[in-house]
C-alpha cells in the first residue's frame, strides 16, 4: 500500500462562541478589506448582525446572493464583485453552497491573476475564513461544485490552494437550524465518512478520521432529532461534521457522492436528501468489492454484518424519505442521471467500477 497525506495550512476553532473570535482570525491573516459570502436570510438573522458587527470596519464587501448548487452566473457575479471591491480575504457564513461559492471565487480570482496554486506549499491569492451552520462538511475542502443553470450539468475544481485556511465552528449557530436541513445535511456528513473509509485513494489518517465521522453522526444525530434545541447533541454533531469534512482532504468521493451530484444538479433536490437516499444503496453496491472496509464500516455503525441496512434504518430513524420519486425526481431524470454517470469523475474514482447499467440499478433500487 502506498500513499500521500497533505497537511494544508489551516486551523479549526470549534466551540460555544468561537465566532466572537472572528476579527482577530482575520487580523491573523493580514486581511484589511474583507468580503462575506452569504445568503440573504442569514446575513438578516441574529447572527448574521452578530458575526458583520464582529468584522466591523474590515467589512468592505457583502454578497447574499448565494443560491444551492452554486449557479454558475452567482459564481461570475461574486467574483466580478471581489475583484471590483478589491477585497483581499473572504469569509463565507452559511451552509455548503455558501463554502463552495467562496472556493469557486477563490479559485477564478487566482486564474485570473495568473497565480493559480500548483502546489500545497503556496499561499492563496484570496485567503477564505469560513463559518459553516449546517453540517456539510465543504467549509475544509479545497474542492468545489457549481451547476451550468441551461445544461443542469454539475462541475467543479480544486487544488491545493482552495482549502479554507480558517473554519470557526460555532454550535450556537446551528440550534435555529431546520430539522430537514439539519438531518439531510448530517447525513451527508455521513456519506463523506462512508465514501472516504473505502476509498482507493484515503491515506492511513484519512480512514481513521473517516469512521471516527461515522460513529459520532450515527450516535449524535438522533439525539438532535430527539432534542432539536439541544446544544450539547448539536455540538456532538457538528464535531462529526468535522471530522466529515477532515477526511475529505484526503481521500476522494465515489458512485455515491456522484450519483446525489448528478441528481441535485437535474432536479433541484437538496444535495444533503439526495446523499440520504441514495447512501445505502451504494454501500450495498460497492461491499462485495471491498469487504474488510465495509465491515469497519458497520462497526462504527453498530451493526458490522450489514452497513447498509445500518444507514438505511438510521435514514428512516430520523425521518428522511425513502425514495428519490418521493423527492420531485421523475423517469426522465433517471435516464439522464444515468447517462451523465459516465463522465462523472467521482463515479470513476468508486472502489468498484460502475457501469451504465450498475449506476441505472443503484438509482433503480434508491427510487
Not at 449557530?173 to 484515503?202: I, K
Not at 453496491?285 to 441496512?309: K, M, Q
Not at 425521518?319 to 426522465?332: K, N, Q, R, V, W
Given at each position: 500500500m502506498s500513499w500521500v497525506h497533505t497537511g494544508y495550512t489551516q486551523r479549526i476553532h470549534f466551540g460555544v462562541g468561537a465566532v466572537d473570535g472572528i476579527a482577530d482570525i482575520v487580523k491573523e491573516l493580514g486581511a484589511r478589506r474583507i468580503m462575506l459570502i452569504t445568503t440573504s436570510g442569514r446575513l438578516r438573522s441574529e447572527a448574521g448582525d452578530r458575526l458583520t458587527r464582529r468584522l466591523g470596519r474590515a467589512l468592505a464587501s457583502t454578497f447574499e446572493g448565494t443560491r444551492s448548487h452554486v449557479p454558475t452566473p452567482v459564481v461570475q457575479d461574486a467574483v466580478r464583485q471581489a475583484t471590483g471591491d478589491g477585497v483581499d480575504c473572504l469569509v463565507s457564513f452559511g451552509g455548503g453552497s455558501c463554502a463552495d461559492l467562496a472556493k469557486a471565487v477563490c479559485f477564478f480570482?487566482?486564474?485570473?491573476?495568473?497565480?493559480?496554486?500548483?502546489?500545497?506549499?503556496?499561499?492563496?491569492?484570496?485567503?477564505?475564513?469560513?463559518?459553516?451552520?449546517?453540517?456539510?462538511?465543504?467549509?475544509?475542502?479545497?474542492?468545489?461544485?457549481?451547476?451550468?443553470?441551461?445544461?443542469?450539468?454539475?462541475?467543479?475544481?480544486?487544488?491545493?490552494?482552495?482549502?479554507?485556511?480558517?473554519?470557526?465552528?460555532?454550535?450556537?449557530?446551528?440550534?435555529?437550524?431546520?430539522?430537514?436541513?439539519?438531518?439531510?445535511?448530517?447525513?451527508?456528513?455521513?456519506?463523506?465518512?462512508?465514501e472516504c473509509a473505502?476509498?482507493?485513494?484515503?491515506?492511513?489518517?484519512?480512514?481513521?478520521?473517516?469512521?471516527?465521522?461515522?460513529?459520532?453522526?450515527?450516535?449524535?444525530?438522533?439525539?438532535?432529532?430527539?432534542?432539536?434545541?439541544?446544544?450539547?447533541?448539536?455540538?456532538?454533531?457538528?464535531?462529526?461534521?468535522?471530522?466529515?469534512?477532515?477526511?475529505?482532504?484526503?481521500a476522494s468521493m465515489g458512485v455515491h457522492h456522484g450519483l446525489a451530484q448528478i441528481v441535485g444538479a437535474r432536479t433541484g433536490m437538496p444535495h444533503g436528501l439526495a446523499n440520504a437516499v441514495i447512501l445505502a444503496h451504494a454501500l450495498r453496491f460497492n461491499a462485495p468489492a471491498v469487504p474488510t472496509e465495509a465491515h469497519r464500516i458497520g462497526t462504527a455503525l453498530g451493526d458490522p454484518d450489514d452497513p447498509a441496512g445500518a444507514v438505511d434504518r438510521l435514514r428512516q430513524r430520523v425521518g428522511l424519505p425513502a425514495g428519490l420519486s418521493e423527492c420531485g425526481m421523475d423517469d426522465d431524470d433517471l435516464e439522464a442521471a444515468v447517462h451523465l454517470a459516465a463522465d462523472n469523475r467521482n463515479v470513476a474514482a468508486n472502489p468498484r467500477p460502475v457501469t451504465p447499467e450498475d449506476a441505472r440499478s443503484i438509482l433503480e433500487a434508491a427510487w
Amino acid at each position: 500500500m502506498s500513499w500521500v497525506h497533505t497537511g494544508y495550512t489551516q486551523r479549526i476553532h470549534f466551540g460555544v462562541g468561537a465566532v466572537d473570535g472572528i476579527a482577530d482570525i482575520v487580523k491573523e491573516l493580514g486581511a484589511r478589506r474583507i468580503m462575506l459570502i452569504t445568503t440573504s436570510g442569514r446575513l438578516r438573522s441574529e447572527a448574521g448582525d452578530r458575526l458583520t458587527r464582529r468584522l466591523g470596519r474590515a467589512l468592505a464587501s457583502t454578497f447574499e446572493g448565494t443560491r444551492s448548487h452554486v449557479p454558475t452566473p452567482v459564481v461570475q457575479d461574486a467574483v466580478r464583485q471581489a475583484t471590483g471591491d478589491g477585497v483581499d480575504c473572504l469569509v463565507s457564513f452559511g451552509g455548503g453552497s455558501c463554502a463552495d461559492l467562496a472556493k469557486a471565487v477563490c479559485f477564478f480570482v487566482e486564474q485570473q491573476s495568473g497565480t493559480p496554486g500548483a502546489s500545497y506549499s503556496d499561499r492563496p491569492a484570496l485567503p477564505h475564513v469560513s463559518v459553516p451552520t449546517t453540517y456539510s462538511g465543504a467549509e475544509l475542502t479545497p474542492f468545489f461544485g457549481m451547476t451550468d443553470p441551461t445544461t443542469g450539468r454539475k462541475t467543479g475544481a480544486g487544488g491545493p490552494t482552495l482549502a479554507p485556511m480558517a473554519a470557526i465552528y460555532d454550535p450556537m449557530l446551528t440550534v435555529d437550524l431546520p430539522l430537514d436541513v439539519t438531518t439531510q445535511t448530517a447525513m451527508n456528513a455521513m456519506a463523506h465518512g462512508v465514501e472516504c473509509a473505502y476509498s482507493p485513494a484515503r491515506s492511513p489518517e484519512a480512514e481513521a478520521i473517516a469512521l471516527a465521522c461515522i460513529a459520532q453522526v450515527a450516535d449524535a444525530l438522533p439525539r438532535v432529532v430527539d432534542d432539536e434545541g439541544g446544544i450539547e447533541a448539536r455540538t456532538d454533531l457538528l464535531a462529526g461534521a468535522a471530522l466529515g469534512g477532515r477526511c475529505l482532504q484526503n481521500a476522494s468521493m465515489g458512485v455515491h457522492h456522484g450519483l446525489a451530484q448528478i441528481v441535485g444538479a437535474r432536479t433541484g433536490m437538496p444535495h444533503g436528501l439526495a446523499n440520504a437516499v441514495i447512501l445505502a444503496h451504494a454501500l450495498r453496491f460497492n461491499a462485495p468489492a471491498v469487504p474488510t472496509e465495509a465491515h469497519r464500516i458497520g462497526t462504527a455503525l453498530g451493526d458490522p454484518d450489514d452497513p447498509a441496512g445500518a444507514v438505511d434504518r438510521l435514514r428512516q430513524r430520523v425521518g428522511l424519505p425513502a425514495g428519490l420519486s418521493e423527492c420531485g425526481m421523475d423517469d426522465d431524470d433517471l435516464e439522464a442521471a444515468v447517462h451523465l454517470a459516465a463522465d462523472n469523475r467521482n463515479v470513476a474514482a468508486n472502489p468498484r467500477p460502475v457501469t451504465p447499467e450498475d449506476a441505472r440499478s443503484i438509482l433503480e433500487a434508491a427510487w
